[in-house]
């Protein structure tokens, strides 16, 4: 890619006629006479004549002309093909201020230095990203390195010879500068996307713009194959052919660790409450829903951005809020108390998302031959696991997701496997948008109207000892419309241990994970940037006959 500057320098010099020739050629319309004036003029020029007769004089001032404004530099930028190939330019305005405050304040502590006088003031200034360049030479005339980029500038009224290398201390004193630049952009991050959307963004900030090979392929075949997840139809499941349905389940947990849940027979005035209050939320002013944020992971409500805000360096497109949902008597005095509907919705979705998955959970250990019947379990009250799960903890995630002026080049929520036992997920019926990793591609899933998305969760995976897959998915967002979806995440309480089950270990199939509690969970969340499935990679014991 050729810069501003680039093209600047390789032109020839310009000569610059007096004014009055050149107003005479623009009124003229280019007839053949004419152009034989134009070149009979243009040659004349060639000789390097300079006109004389009074016409060509330069009109006596009258009045003062006002001072000289100072140019505006030119700053343009190239893109580093090597170790730091993912950062792109994306947004000159963002740059160009950048600079300007940059080279305001570099100029400013330079004098401080006593580096520079005022009257020879160097306006040609290096900026190192640190380790880059352990010399502090100039590496190149008229190139800067900032935070991996290449800026090549020309600052008016510079001398060619001021080129010296930068103290140590200069050095040091810019790196601070680009620390204080990336202070004051990241707090904006931390507001939020649809915060960032109000000041009318044309372009993505490159805080958002995702390494070249993490981007989705949304232009590929790849990006537009689209998948009918299998379909658990809970009406099936209830009746005489439970046999049946749970053999699908089993298939679809083992295969996809995703189905579609259909006939759940859940009110859909209930779904619809929920969605219409997280969406009111998300219409509220930013000091409104500000007085949720919280870095406390069991907060009882949490309205925040990105995936891991804490630690993600590149940030994803996507607000949220998340609100625990289990004990209700205990939660929902924290929850928002505006809109004013909203914790009358999520009581009543969260009651029935609840009553859904402790059916699904019951099918589930039914289906890894854990109990023989449902019967079993609602007679003999046997299965100490399922007291756990009526008693497990509910998270409620409304997702949401703006509209993005460029989607190939960030997420809404990076690749990841949901921490939980099952997520039902309600996903947005007009926009497509959830992706999941199957047979080794991102395949997009197809909405199915009134239906819920049902996925298996790390903690499910290490209770199967491996069987059930928790797979990692992730969020494409559109250029065009923004999209919400509501996610339940259901697991056991707070401070049980997730271990495989053991009647599910044996020597053909040996534990493959270590055990786990929530505790442990929010541990690693704290400390790691939550990448793909890695906090159920550092649970795994052994990699033998790995799915
Ligand atoms: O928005 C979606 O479709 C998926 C959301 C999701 O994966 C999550 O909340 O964990
Ligand atoms: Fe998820």
Known sequence: MSTDLELLQDLPRIQVRPAVKIETLQSCSATDDNKAIIQQENSETDDCQTPKSEEHKIPAVLSCPPAPRKAKRNISCKRKLTEIDFFEIVNREEVDSFFQSSFELLTKRRRQHGEVNSASCCTKCLLQPSGLNQSFKRPCKRQATVNGYIYTYIMPGSNDDDEGAMSPALVSEVQTICKEDELVESHEYHKGVKHLCGRGLKKLPRKYILPALERPLLSTKDGATNLKLPIIDIAQLQGPDRVHALESLSKACQEYGFFQLINHGIASESVLDMIQAARKFFELPFEERSKYMSKDQSAPVRYGTSFNQNKDRVFCWRDFIKLNCHPLSDVLPHWPSSPAELRQAVVNYSKETRSLYLMLAKAILESLGLVETEKDIDENGSCDLLKEFEDGSQLIVANFYPSCPEPDLTLGIPPHSDYGFLTLLLPDEEVKGLQIQHEGRWVTVEPVPNSFVVNVGDHLEIFSNGKYRSVLHRVLVNPLKSRMSIASLHTLPFNSMI?????????????????????????????????NKNFLESRRLTQLGDA
């Open 499 to 531: 271990r495989p089950s053991p009647k599910l270990v044996n020597d053909a199939n040996p534990r493959r994970y270590k055990d786990t509690d929530f505790a442990t969970f929010i541990q690693y969340m704290a400390s790691h940037e939550h990448k």
